[in-house]
């Protein structure tokens, strides 16, 4: 099949533009269209794209309904209550329908004082119009890419969310992600700037659903600022079904000294892109980035992240690790930049991969570039098989081999699992780990 | 109880076990001694089941059931347990959790129901004073980090706690200080009875001072190339295996 024209989606560009006519927006956009028009889709031949690129690229040989394709929506209550995860009763729950975020189907139940959450187009005339103009888009400096560019061009119906100054969030904020794939292949481009102010806290989860038979396309751009002394946790369940793929884009900058946790976990869908960026821009910033993939089929994740150290004395630490079974794929590349004014960095990355097939692989590449003197880094990965001699040793105490293995893959995503702070999510993502891992024996 | 007759083992093309004959009866204690290279360890992987090892010849009849056709679970559950020379460490698997995981399958292979968690304890709590360990070792992951003395005595508490019917202690000596020594061989000495046989396979004199064995054996290139009583064992302290190896070498030169 060929791939699908540009001008399909100048089309569309040109449809959403003259419904929206926000000036800001509709400049903005237009300045993102002309960066996808000269970048097009991802090819194997950027390096940042190597493995994903061409799979990417043919998720583009059909047509997709965009959100600028006005439609009523038809989700239901029951729908959104299949998706929900567990410890919603105290949440925010943030509706997204095809990538648009529906406030009449979300629940804010963090009061005003705390938490302020509304459509990106209501914030931008609001008095948060000064926020939205100054950090909206500012990811772009770092992701210079057309599938990147191609979220911008469409936002519409994206969302705001600000964490007031010196509040504690109690309730975390659940985005729902919802695909109503029913009629037609959708491409949904949710777009989300969250501010998080000066010495809050607050707990951020994402998750995805495809309703319906057909293929589902989530190209998404998070972007969240981390003020002073303020605490972000942010955490992506990927569990959709093999029709529904998706290049997700998280990009968090810290602008004053402030504590990041981030923690990705994929279990199944049919070829994700993860970009986990963080910026330090200020001095004495701390960050922490987790990420758990179990992969079957053909499942095919790429986890890129990029930590960019800007400022001295800031320490980050990133663990990934994967289990691939089946003919999955799973991508590992981390990047790490110290650049000249970050002395005294303390930054860390690593990355385990286990593989259970003879048809399963894996990519990694961690990488470092330092360009100051007076730093701490280190990097690494390792790829192999369950531990024969730990197997051995369970069996020969009478524990079978198949348990014996999900005994020993559990305990290897134990430490990644175990940094879900929230204890409802936490059990949650255990239960499915557990079921998914002897799922895994049960295929051999 | 066990009866290996005229077994050959090789690994990766190579023989190691050259024709073993060995047979253990029910209450009885075995030492099996010999030096570096001799093939002491490659017996117990093989009678384990380790499956890097391959039986090329002869036969292990364990109870009356043929062992060599069993996995290495079901010779467990059948009631054989080896004492690892080098304990794996597992980390984020806790050996509670592991020690019940692994009485409970052997108990469903014996058609028995699962213990709950009150009657674990109860039986936890009375091995632990069996064996002298202490007990916050029990909720940590299965070996790690533990000294090598630790490592030797969550073996035997394992013993103690799966009450097999044959034990091969594989050098549980190695490494241990004169203490932990003591305490280890004491435990394996307070689960000895008339229903329970021990192969103890090692270098030295001195586990057997403890265990006083009730047959010595001497291992050989392969082969038992000598059967005898702890006197035997007494006489290689002595004189070392330089001393067989020399009286082998006349026997075959005539």
Known sequence: MAQIKLEYFGEKFNRLQSLDQDAFLTNFRKEAFETFNNKGLPTIKNEEWKYSGALVSNLFKQEYQLPGDAKQLSVSAADIDEMRLPGFERANELIFVNGKFVSELSTIRSSEEQLVVMPLEEAENSSYKKIVKEHLGKSNIFINDGIYSLNTSFIFGGVFIFVKRKQEVNNPVYLYHISDARDNHILAQPRSLVFVDERSKVQVVESYKTIGSMDSFTNEVVEIVVNTDAILEYYKIQNDRISASQVSTTHIRQIGKSFVHTLVLSLNGGIIRNNTNIIMEAEGNEAHMYGLYLLKGKTHVDNHTLVDNKMPNCFSNELYKGVIDGSATGVFSGKIYVRPDAQKTNAYQSNNNILLSDNASVNSKPQLEIYADDVKCSHGCTVGRLDEEALFYLRARGISKEQAQAMLLQAFASNIVEQIKIEALREYAEELITARLSEVNREE | ?254
């Open chain 2, 1 to 254: 109880m066990l009866s290996i007759k005229n077994l050959h083992a090789s690994v990766e093309g190579t023989e190691i076990l050259k024709g073993i004959n060995l047979q253990v009866n029910t209450g009885e204690v075995h030492a099996i001694m010999g030096p570096n290279g001799s093939g002491k360890s490659t017996l117990a992987s093989v009678l384990a089941g380790r499956e890097d090892y391959e039986v090329t010849e002869g036969s292990v009849e364990f109870d009356g059931k043929n062992m060599l056709e069993l996995s290495p679970e079901d010779r467990a559950r059948e009631g054989l347990f080896l004492a690892f020379q080098y304990p794996v460490e597992i980390p984020g698997v806790s050996t509670n959790n592991f020690i019940k995981t692994a009485l409970n399958e052997k108990r469903k292979y014996h058609g028995q129901p699962p213990l709950d968690a009150v009657s674990f304890m109860k039986l936890m709590k009375e091995k632990i004073k069996l064996v002298e360990i202490d007990k916050s070792l029990l909720t940590r992951s299965i070996n790690e980090g533990f000294s090598g003395g630790e490592k030797k005595k969550n073996e035997i508490f394992q013993m103690a706690m799966l009450e097999p019917k044959l034990t091969i202690l594989d050098e549980t000596d190695s490494g241990l200080d004169i203490d932990a020594l003591r305490i280890v061989a004491s435990g394996v000495n307070k689960l000895r009875n008339e229903n329970r046989s021990i192969i103890v396979i090692t270098h030295y004199q001195r586990l057997l001072d403890y265990l006083q064995p009730d047959f010595v054996h001497v291992l050989l290139n392969g082969k038992i190339v000598r059967n005898g009583t702890k006197e035997l064992a007494l006489e290689l302290e002595e004189r070392g295996y330089d001393f067989i190896k020399e009286e082998i070498n006349e026997t075959s030169t005539i």
